[in-house]
């Protein structure tokens, strides 16, 4: 009698239960066991345009170095620039103290004037020997005349000719006198050159535009000529070389593509940073290949007018071959998975099926989909942890960064 009692009271609790639930589902209430839809954040698959690119690790290199040095010995009176300051060519950079080597200009210049006067004085000599050569001349015609007819004696004819040929040698040696005081003048003239180039090199100026680096001498200190140490380094920032290797396995690509248009670009990058900091061109393939490492070295140009790139920094270099048509989607929707990489896509009736892809080339933070997904299709982007195929969502805005 007691179990039938219990049993009974077992199916009446069964039947108020089912009618409770049937009751909740009539009112419209989900019911209490029912999943609730995950929140996720989505994105869309794309197809566009874009870049075929090599990418590698670069290091900006100045375009040019000069090392400032000093070409004579002499005490520095004045420095006419900060060290680190932008430097047009033909700036005055240094000053050596002028004076020992105008006092050795004057010199030669005083040297100079005295085999001036020295060639002044040849020819002098010159003119009245010959002078006096064309008045021997005239007698010695007129005493040949005389002692042929026997109205002189040959003894007076005979001292007539060798005055004659006195005079002759006597030219001769003026002649020989003008051109070794001319030959001197030149030297002379050579050395006055060479002490105005002394002078010059006391006023060291820029040789090109760019930024000076570190000073190393001060006013008061010697310096010597062609010294081991420059006193300071130009280096020229605009333009700037970004220099960088990539595998010889893409040479014949970076060929082809060069060739077709002429010049590639070449996009430089902060390290691990999206946006882009200067653009450039390729405009230096080496000529041989690293044996050691198997890359090949390039160097890109960039104009760097707004000096965004420095010499020595490293950067992340990217270098566009061509363009295509592509589906992209964000990199973060890509999920790793046992079977392979798989993503999280939205169907329209908003559960989501995972689907397998095959990724290709990263672009910052979007990802090229080789297979996999068609454009206009969606893909969870964010909350993929909670989710399992056939979940249904709840999509949400992202969380502004």
Known sequence: MIARLVGAAAWAL???????????????????????????????????????????????????????????????????????????????????????????LRQTESALLQRQAEVQQAQANLERDLAQLENAKVQERRYRDLVERELIAREQYDQLRTNWATLEATVQADRAAVENTRAATRAAMANVDAAKLQVGYTAIRAPIDGRTGNLLVQNGNIVKANDDNPIVIINQVRPIYVSFAVSDQHLTDIKKYYRAAGALRVVARLPRQPEILATGELTFVNNAVDQTTATIQLKATFPNTDNALWPGQFLDVSLVLTTRTAIVVPSQAIQPGQQGLYVYVVKPDQTVESRLVVPGMRLRGETIIEQGLRAAERVVTDGQLRLVPGARIEIRQPKAS
Do not use: M, W
């Not at 909740?24 to 954040?41: F, H, Q, Y």
């Not at 794309?46 to 075929?52: D, F, H, Q, T």
């Not at 004045?78 to 050596?96: K, P, Y």
């Open 14 to 104: 069964a039947g108020a239960l089912v009618l409770a639930g049937c009751s909740d589902n009539a009112a419209g209430k989900p019911s209490r066991s029912a999943t609730p839809a995950v929140p996720v954040t989505v994105g869309d698959a794309v197809e566009k345009s874009v870049p075929v690119q090599l990418t590698a690790v670069g290091n900006a290199q100045a375009y040019t170095t000069v090392g400032i040095k000093s070409q004579v010995n002499g005490q520095i009176t004045q420095v006419h620039f900060q060290e680190g300051q932008d430097v047009r060519r033909n700036d005055l950079l240094f000053t050596i103290d002028p004076r020992p080597f105008e006092a050795a």
